[in-house]
């Protein structure tokens, strides 16, 4: 027996000097899923029931909020969205037949809230994918998403992705890099029965301007209770911490897709900056609505948000060097990729993609000099020797 495999033995070649091969088990076997060389389930960052039903759907009695129906709302790591419904939202004979392609009009949407107080959520680009026949009861309806998004307060019925002031991200794990930190403890001393310490902190605002608005670095600091200086109610901790966000706003009310093409670009931005792909958290688009503005956190499919954080020793640029360009290095971002194209950025490809063959490195960065000198520098005045030599000295 070989590793716990029964009547099974390693065989090579004759001529090939190789080791006895030998296969190590984990402790559970067999594993649950049936295979043992299965990659790890993804996690969920979402995993939690609710109440579900069509936003401004047809008058049926499953389409409204007190008829609607319970299921399970999932939500991987990756942006996967999936939403078991305990019962049916379609019709009988509705997006049924699974030999076609099952995918909803942009207008058929589904909103529900979930057991969290205040929690509602919003799927768009909705496709069916539970199996039944035609002479089966449906007891369970599955649906896909494309989008996802969670906010604290209910949607209106002509919700729209449009009318968003600003782009939101929290810069988790960049921390260090910023190296923005100004939280400050004084010493104890004593006043009367009491002993006194000084907390002092600086909120920073870091504005940039860049094509089609502006970019700020800005630092949240909780801890403080605003309503302190009207109570001395005494408590047994208090906690200070600073959180950092990335923040573009507009020049005029943005639609989604402009703000999540932002969000792509900042985050190839700081992927050149850091020297390695460090995929941003969530996005958060703040939507113009009455009596006050909202808050909503967008999902979507996508490599899962980076969970390390970025040592600034080991980053190519640190923020330091970069604080007072950084707006002028991403204006020039911004304007060289909508100008070369792919042969502009197909090097933050390959950060975002580190496992790739040393032939299609090959094969990007001959399709990257085919298309930055087609697109742009074949306008440009030609190197001088000198120019050229210097170029190449520097590089090397």
Same mark, same amino acid.
Do not use: C
């Given at each position: 027996m070989y590793g716990g495999f029964p009547n099974w033995k390693p065989s090579f070649h004759s001529s090939q000097n190789v080791p006895e091969a030998r296969v190590i088990l984990p402790l559970a076997w067999p594993p649950s899923n049936g295979n043992p060389f299965a990659p790890d389930a993804m996690a969920d960052i979402l995993e939690e029931r609710g109440f579900f039903w069509w936003l401004n759907g047809p008058n049926l009695p499953v389409h409204?909020?007190?008829t609607s129906l319970s299921a399970l709302l999932t939500i991987t790591d990756e942006g996967q969205i999936t939403l078991d419904v305990d019962g049916s939202l379609c019709g009988k004979d509705e997006y049924r =037949? *699974?030999?076609e392609r099952r995918i909803f009009p942009a207008s058929k949407r589904i909103v529900g809230r979930l057991a969290s107080p205040g929690e509602y959520? !919003?799927?768009?680009? !909705?496709?069916?994918?539970d199996f039944s026949v035609s002479d089966e009861s449906v007891r369970q309806q599955r649906f896909t998403a494309e989008l996802c998004t969670r906010r604290n307060?209910?949607?209106?019925?002509?919700?729209?992705q449009e009318e968003f002031l600003e782009l939101r991200i929290e810069m988790t794990g960049l921390e260090d890099w910023l190296e923005l930190d100004s939280v400050l403890v004084g010493p104890e001393y004593t006043d009367g029965d009491a002993v006194q310490v000084q907390v002092s902190y600086k909120n920073y605002q870091l504005d940039y301007p860049t094509l089609g608005g502006t970019v700020s670095i800005e630092s949240v600091t909780t801890g403080a209770d605003f309503l302190s200086f009207f109570s001395t109610h005494p408590r047994r901790d208090v906690q200070f911490q600073q959180s950092y966000y990335l923040v573009f706003r507009s020049e005029a009310p943005s =639609? !989604?897709?402009?703000?999540?093409?932002t969000y792509n670009k900042l985050e190839e931005f700081f992927a050149l900056l850091l020297g390695s792909y460090h995929r941003f958290t969530w996005p958060i688009f703040v939507r113009k609505e009455e009596p006050f503005d909202t808050w909503n956190t967008l999902y979507f499919y996508r490599g899962a948000p980076s969970a390390q954080q970025v040592n600034h020793?080991?980053? *190519?640029v640190p923020f330091a060097r970069v604080r007072g360009v950084l707006?002028?290095?991403?204006?020039?971002w911004q304007a060289g990729s909508e100008t070369f194209g792919a042969?502009?950025?197909l090097y933050v490809s390959s950060l975002r993609n580190p496992h790739t063959y040393s032939e299609d490195r090959f094969v990007n960065l001959v399709w990257g000099v085919k298309l930055y000198t087609g697109n742009g520098w074949a306008n440009q005045k030609p190197l001088t020797a000198s120019l050229r030599r210097r170029s190449v000295s520097s590089a090397s």
């Open positions: 409204s909020k007190e =037949d *699974w030999t959520v !919003l799927l768009e680009g !909705l496709e069916r994918t307060s209910p949607f209106s019925s002509n919700y729209g =639609d !989604l897709s402009a703000l999540r093409h020793h080991f980053s *190519w707006g002028a290095l991403l204006r020039e042969g502009y950025y």
